[in-house]
């Protein structure tokens, strides 16, 4: 069992910036890829970015520029620093972790991005 605990979210104005973090339980996080999904009022959850245990990453093309994946295996830690936000960022943010065919979900944190 792996428990993902996310960090980080809040309010912030439009333009502005955040930085979430996702700690994991387990040692062996580094086998994990890992994601960042998000999921708005009303929409389906949808993959933000991801990043594989090598350190490739994807990003869903609204973010892509303005928000970066990264993992620190040493702290069992993935990020997502997120800029130039926009109202439309706005949601709850999960953080996922799989492993062939397991999957685990951290309980999420909400961004707000309102003026």
């Known amino acids: 069992q792996v428990q993902l605990v996310e960090s980080g979210g809040g309010l912030v104005q439009p333009g502005g910036f955040l930085r979430l973090s996702c700690a994991a339980s387990?040692?062996?996080?580094?086998?994990?890829?890992m994601g960042w999904y998000r999921q708005a009022p009303g929409k389906q959850r949808e993959l933000v970015a991801g990043?594989?245990?090598?350190?490739?990453?994807n990003y869903a093309d609204s973010v892509k520029g303005r928000f970066t994946i990264s993992r620190d295996n040493a702290k069992s830690t993935v990020y997502l620093q997120m800029n130039s936000l926009k109202p439309e960022d706005t949601a709850v943010y999960y953080c996922?972790?799989?492993?062939?065919?397991?999957?685990?979900w951290g309980q999420g944190t909400q961004v707000t991005v309102s003026s």
């Open positions: 996922n972790a799989v492993l062939t065919t397991v999957t685990y």
């Open positions: 990043i594989t245990r090598g350190g490739s990453t």
């Open positions: 387990r040692s062996i996080f580094s086998l994990y890829t």
